[in-house]
């Protein structure tokens, strides 16, 4: 648990001092210098942002619903939605996989013991398990990187998964992206405009 809350304090402090030198820059201002930047990453700049997100899941250092935002302040409402989209569905992927590989003692490590005891007495419940894992993953309030590894050790198929995955993270990733979009050209008009 102690390298789980260095490894999250770590993460926030990047985080930081990132939106910091956003705003010091100008890009959180200025749309053409956000243009500006983007345009020197050229075409790998989707492709990295889609890494990020899928990495984020795995690692889950940040809340997503932050890279949700930032996905749209880069790509716009449409591209920013389906890039999110991308990086965070394959990430859920990837981190079912790595629980299967290494299951409970690994997953236990990540989510930390409280989390997984909590949620430990579904996962014998195979078709409980997977009602309640698609509705948290339906909802955008669900620590949904943690929920991933954990049915990753259920017996929930990989199929099985990807499809729940697939339906139930448009709503949350919509939501994530614009209302927090939304409250950060709140903030930038308030206290820059």
């Not at 304090?9 to 939106?19: A, H």
């Not at 201002?29 to 997100?53: H, K, S, T």
């Not at 880069?74 to 999110?84: K, L, P």
């Not at 409980?128 to 929930?156: H, K, N, Q, T, W």
Request: with cysteine; net charge positive; aromatic share 18%.
């Amino acid at each position: 648990m102690r390298h789980k809350r260095i490894v999250e304090i770590t993460g926030w402090i990047i985080v930081l001092s990132f939106i910091v030198w956003c705003f010091k820059s100008g890009i959180m201002q200025n749309p053409e210098q956000l243009a500006y930047v983007l345009e020197r990453c050229g075409i790998m700049a989707p492709i990295v942002f889609i890494v990020i997100q899928a990495v984020q899941v795995v690692i889950p250092i940040l809340p997503g619903s932050i890279g949700c935002a930032f996905g749209v302040m880069f790509f716009g409402a449409v591209w920013g939605f389906v890039y999110n989209y991308v990086g965070i569905c394959a990430g859920s992927v990837w981190a079912f996989l790595v629980a299967k590989r290494y299951g409970t003692v690994f997953v236990k490590s990540v989510t930390g013991d409280k989390f997984y005891q909590k949620y430990q007495r579904f996962l014998d419940k195979k078709k409980e398990f997977e009602r309640i894992f698609a509705l948290l993953i339906f909802l955008p309030v669900a620590p949904d990187d943690f929920l991933c590894y954990l049915a990753g050790v259920s017996s929930m198929s990989l199929k099985r998964f990807t499809v729940i995955i697939l339906l139930g993270k448009p709503l949350a990733i919509f939501l994530y992206s614009m209302g927090l979009y939304q409250i950060l050209q709140y903030g930038i008009k308030t206290f820059f405009g």
